[in-house]
């Protein structure tokens, strides 16, 4: 064992509490404040699309449709292929949180022609204090071909289909205290709470479902306002504060002697 005849020391080095103190000061002022907020309902409407032949649009039980093509059994698989939209609930949630905006149902049913490349959803977000925001993206629809060993995703019956979206960050905003925000779509999931993903693969001759979800995203710099900053202190201000703390400590040392 080494023994030391240094004194011992209960102070930390100057350098140390200097540096706890600038780490500190700094996390101080990048902090943001979460901000909460309300959503009271969703809701989701359909229109615009590009081709397609035969096209319906309808509401079952809450669910907003659009439904397309000439059915190849009608009886048999229930009609025509088509998309619905049925939303959440009352949801509570902070700024930047992903949430869950509603169920997609895909009515993938065996057609022999008729099906838009694409379509446009409007999802209408009714947020307490804030009111009914409205937000429009653009859904490409592929449906393949359905012919044996030339599926281009996995496929249970022959052929699935995919649905994407064009554009994740719509155009729309709203302002909430004075800061812009936007909805910004993240992705699919197969339940509520599953994992993410970036396309919808829907099986041949069903209907499937996936989960949209979302999350409020601020524009920066906000739109026709300046972004709010807090007052830091100069490099100067800074540096007699530290440095008075540092005198402080070190008058403490001597004192101590």
């Not at 959440?88 to 949430?99: A, I, K, P």
């Not at 804030?130 to 599926?151: H, M, R, W």
């Not at 994740?168 to 993410?196: P, R």
């Not at 202190?233 to 504060?241: D, H, I, N, V, W």
Request: charge should be negative.
């Amino acid at each position: 064992m080494l023994i030391s005849n240094r004194p011992t020391s209960h102070h930390q080095p100057l350098a140390t509490v200097l540096g706890a103190t600038a780490l500190t000061l700094s996390l101080a002022n990048l902090a943001p404040a979460a901000q909460a907020i309300t959503l009271n309902s969703t809701t989701g409407t359909w229109s615009n699309p590009d081709g397609g032949a035969f096209i319906e649009y309808q509401t079952v039980n809450q669910e907003n449709q659009i439904r397309w093509g000439f059915p190849a059994y009608w009886v048999e698989t229930g009609g025509k292929s088509g998309l619905g939209f049925l939303g959440t609930g009352t949801t509570e949630m902070e700024v930047g949180e992903v949430f869950n905006l509603g169920r997609l149902r895909h009515y993938n049913k065996t057609i022999w022609y008729g099906a838009p490349g694409q379509v446009d959803l409007s999802l209408n977000l009714d947020f307490e204090g804030v009111g009914v925001k409205s937000f429009n993206y653009a859904l490409d629809i592929e449906e393949t071909p359905n012919q044996e060993g030339t599926c281009a995703y996995f496929s249970v019956t022959a052929c699935a289909d995919r649905i994407t979206w064009t554009n994740a960050i719509a155009s729309e905003s709203f302002f909430l205290d004075e800061i812009e925000y936007t909805l910004e779509l993240i992705g699919f999931s197969a339940s509520v709470g599953g994992a993410l993903v970036d396309e919808f693969i829907s099986q041949e001759g069903g209907n499937s479902d996936a989960f949209l979800y979302a999350k409020l995203t601020a524009l920066n710099p906000p739109a026709s306002q300046s972004p709010q900053t807090e007052a830091v202190p100069e490099p100067g201000s800074m540096l007699a504060m530290l440095g008075a703390l540092g005198g402080g400590i070190w008058l403490k040392r001597k004192k101590r002697a």
